[in-house]
């Protein structure tokens, strides 16, 4: 049995295929060999086109299965890692509005400062163990004032890898993990904040279904898996954050490991089990891939 790994970075799409039994990496590919195009149209902006990460996404596949080192038809399960904290925006088609407004990008930071005043920077320290500052949902709230007739087009609002599994499955669906990377997730009352969705004034209805990170989250159209050269039905069973992935991928997932990781961004990470805050939001915490009301991970 073979799985299928792709990695939906800022730079570049990465896909793995590894041997479940042997564990061992089969083939892998990346598309494009060169740097992905980040639009800027102003400073301290940044997007990119999901369609884009879609193309990006099929090539890099076909450019494993060029390297003719295993079956396709073996693939049986898809897991996906992606960079954190983008806003991708589609209409009840699953038409993309507009391009992701991705993790660097700095426009948000006022919407989330003024957040923070409403909700109360105590409050929103305990529940969201952040301030919204610069995240996923200040980032909605900037599309909500400034482009108003893409946000009332708004069917639901997913994080990168959410679009990519929409891609392959046709269904829109997230996890905790990805809730509290977009800063939708109350920690301590273990649901999506309505602290939060109040303060920016967004409707719950635009946020997808909530899975366990570690289940299917929707299986391979028979469309897609012939473009694709793959077995449709295929589930997509896992999907996380590009950090807490890289945790996993370390074997950080107990609190007391820590692990630190290099890439278009670096980042230290340790894993607690306590619902706790930074006072000064000199460190942002958000749920791991094993996180579980009754037993917290993050």
């Known amino acids: 049995m073979l799985l299928l790994g792709i990695?939906?970075?800022t730079s570049s799409i990465k896909v793995s295929v590894v041997d479940a039994e042997s564990q061992l990496c089969v083939a892998s590919a990346q598309f494009p060999d060169t740097e992905a195009d980040i639009i800027s149209l102003q400073h301290?902006?940044?997007?990119?086109?999901?369609?884009?990460?879609?193309d990006f996404t099929r090539k890099a596949i076909q450019k494993a299965h060029a390297s003719k080192k295993y079956d396709p038809s073996k693939i049986a399960a898809i897991?996906?890692?992606?960079?954190?904290?983008g806003l991708v925006c589609v209409d009840k088609n699953q038409e993309v509005l507009r391009n992701s407004i991705i993790w660097c990008d700095?426009?948000?930071?006022?919407?989330g400062e003024r957040a923070l005043k409403k909700i109360g920077e105590e409050k929103?320290?305990?529940?969201?163990?952040?301030?919204p500052g610069n995240?996923?949902?200040s980032k909605l709230a900037w599309v909500k004032a400034n482009e108003p007739e893409?946000?009332?087009?708004?069917?639901?609002i997913m994080l990168p890898g959410d679009f990519l599994a929409m891609k392959l499955t046709g269904k829109i669906t997230t996890s905790i993990s990805a809730l509290s990377e977009g800063i939708f997730w109350d920690?301590?009352?273990d649901k999506i904040s309505t602290d939060v969705l109040s303060a920016f004034g967004i409707d719950q209805a635009l946020i997808p279904e909530v899975h366990d990170l570690f289940s299917s989250h929707g299986e391979v159209t028979s469309a897609v898996a012939d473009e694709l050269g793959i077995t449709p039905g295929i589930p997509v069973t896992y999907k996380a954050g590009d950090q807490p992935n890289n945790a996993l991928s370390l074997n950080v997932l107990q609190p007391g490991e820590i692990a630190a990781t290099a890439g278009t961004s670096g980042v230290v990470y340790g894993v607690t089990d306590k619902v706790s805050y930074d006072k000064l939001s000199r460190v942002n915490s958000f749920a791991h891939v094993n996180y579980q009301p009754d037993e917290k991970r993050i």
């Open 150 to 156: 893409i946000y009332k087009q708004i069917d639901k």
């Open 135 to 137: 995240f996923t949902a």
């Open 79 to 85: 897991g996906i890692s992606y960079q954190m904290h």
């Open 106 to 111: 700095s426009r948000a930071v006022p919407y």
């Open 124 to 131: 929103s320290l305990a529940h969201l163990l952040n301030s």
């Open 187 to 189: 920690f301590k009352d």
């Open 44 to 54: 301290g902006w940044a997007e990119q086109s999901p369609a884009g990460w879609w």
């Open 7 to 9: 990695d939906l970075g």
